[in-house]
T-cell receptor, first 113, second 111 residues
């Protein structure tokens, strides 16, 4: 079956612009996670959805970052007024239950010029 | 603050040998410990999970140990192959599913 997909695979934007990153989880998975990975580092937790609601958004670095999952499936991570420090690979993962194995997508590489 | 450390230096070994990777943690009492493999340009792939009340877990050529006294996990790959070359990440999770990752160790297996 299809795995987790993320679009776009690469995004180049200018400082100050708004970007949206999309995640399509595995069908039927109720839990969805967003992580951010900088070069040479492990993924860093951003936010976790159980169904449509954000169960834990403690990893969002500031109020420029926001994520939604309106129908409990696809999720969008939104970044306003991008900064160069936002450049990283943004990973999405899903799992069938809250404590189950997380399946990761290939990530979206965001570059802010 | 909670801290998870993996050896940031790359590990280079000869094909057929056993690779051992280390993961140490401080100021944390994880319920689960997981190991993932990550290839360049790809997302992490789950390998093994071990619970806090388990000492050891095996899967084919992989073995994970979890010592809550030493606050350390060891990850072993026996009879290593060049195809095992990748970055290996350890991650801890509490009861909410949120994963806290180490920085990863790159393994290079030479033929």
């Amino acid at each position: 079956g299809a795995g987790v997909s993320q679009t776009p695979s690469n995004k180049v934007t200018e400082k100050g612009k708004y970007v949206e990153l999309r995640c399509d989880p595995i069908s039927g998975h109720t839990a969805l996670y967003w992580y951010r990975q900088s070069l040479g580092q492990g993924p860093e937790f951003l936010i976790y959805f159980q169904g449509t609601g954000a169960a834990d958004d403690s990893g969002l670095p500031n109020d420029r970052f926001f994520a939604v999952r309106p129908e409990g499936s696809v999720s969008t991570l939104k970044i306003q007024r991008t900064e160069r420090g936002d450049s990283a690979v943004y990973l999405c993962a899903s799992s069938s239950l809250e404590l189950d194995t997380q399946y990761f997508g290939p990530g979206t590489r965001l570059t802010v010029l | 603050s909670q801290k998870i450390e993996q050896n940031s230096e790359a590990l280079n070994i000869q094909e057929g040998k056993t690779a051992t990777l280390t993961c140490n943690y401080t100021n944390y009492s994880p319920a689960y410990l997981q190991w993932y493999r990550q290839d360049p340009g790809r997302g992490p792939v789950f390998l093994l999970l071990i619970r806090e009340n388990e000492k050891e877990k095996r899967k084919e050529r992989l073995k994970v140990t979890f010592d809550t006294t030493l606050k350390q996990s060891l990850f072993h790959i026996t009879a290593s192959q060049p195809a095992d070359s990748a970055t290996y990440l350890c991650a801890f999770s509490s009861n909410t599913g949120k994963l806290i990752f180490g920085q990863g160790t790159t393994l290079q297996v030479k033929p």
